[in-house]
């Protein structure tokens, strides 16, 4: 891990960054046609899950990255990594967002680590987020992202893929199969010009993914509304991870093996790998 220089990346420790939206009917209006039937019905007037898609950055076209992410080196470190994706967090529900009020985001840069991995060495970002709703704080949130190399297509990459497996049915709460639209739909929620989820030329050839990728927070969302219904409440704790890339095409598997008052919901595709997982409780 020699070629990271985390001491050139310390000075980012501890750098803030505010941001304000206003939540307004017609984003839940748009977050509900994406989601259809995979929100939690309980959520009242706001659904889970859309703080993901409030207060977001609006970097210029002219200051992004070639993949469709911000130039590094700005409120991120520049971490000398080409691939960044989310690869977790947990999310902490203290009090509902409310329609018509401001959304206040502000996010503190914390750790900083180099770990070795298998294909190389990662480099994991936090960020520490509140989200208050007019004078209300109503979710605290630690989010991660991982920072990679890119690995060549090689015979893993480009193997065909295994055999669809017949999944668990005492674990199986629904399944969607994905495609573009999906994902142009949730990357325009988010403002996420990342390329790995529209531009299947560069998701292939420059970055090696099998196809099109289903976007982290997505999933999370999604595992986010199937705990909640599961608890009848949002859940206190909501522990998440990514464990591998989705891509297109798949059959996306919710799973649930929650008993009472917490559980484990996952993300499959149609083969049983499993993609997104996430532990819940009530508190």
Not at 38 to 46: E, S, Y
Not at 52 to 58: E, H, I, M, T, V
Not at 137 to 146: D, G, M, P
Not at 223 to 244: I, Q, T
Request: charge should be negative; hydrophobic fraction near 40%.
């Amino acid at each position: 891990m020699s070629e990271i220089d985390l001491e050139a990346l310390a000075p980012w420790q501890g750098r803030t960054e505010t941001r304000e939206d206003l939540l307004t009917q017609g984003l839940i209006d748009k977050f509900r046609a994406t989601f259809g039937g995979h929100l939690w019905d309980g959520a009242g007037d706001v659904p889970l899950g859309i703080h993901w898609c409030l207060a977001l950055d609006a970097e210029p076209t002219s200051a992004l990255s070639e993949d469709g992410h911000a130039e590094k080196g700005g409120f991120l470190p520049p971490v000398p990594l080409p691939a960044r994706m989310w690869a977790g967090g947990n999310v902490t529900h203290i009090a509902p967002l409310a329609i018509g009020e401001t959304v206040t985001r502000r996010s503190t840069i914390g750790d900083i680590a180099a770990k070795q991995g298998r294909s190389g060495v990662l480099v994991f970002v936090d960020l520490e987020q509140e989200f208050q709703s007019g004078d209300r704080l109503c979710i605290r949130e630690t989010q991660t992202i991982v920072f990679r190399g890119i690995t060549p297509p090689g015979p893993a990459r480009t193997a065909p893929a295994p055999a669809p497996a017949a999944p668990d049915a005492a674990t199986l709460a629904s399944s969607l199969t994905p495609d573009p639209v999906l994902l142009f739909r949730y990357s325009a929620l988010t403002f996420n010009s990342h390329r790995i989820h529209y531009d299947h030329v560069y998701a292939t050839e420059t970055e090696s993914y099998r196809g099109l990728v289903v976007h982290g927070p997505l999933q999370a969302t999604l595992l986010l509304n199937l705990a909640a219904d599961a608890l009848k409440e949002p859940p206190g704790r909501f522990s998440f991870r990514g464990l591998a890339p989705l891509t297109l095409p798949c059959n996306l598997q919710l799973h649930n093996d929650g008993t009472g008052a917490s559980g484990t919901v996952w993300c499959q595709d149609q083969t049983g790998m499993r993609s997104f997982s996430a532990e819940y409780s009530e508190v």
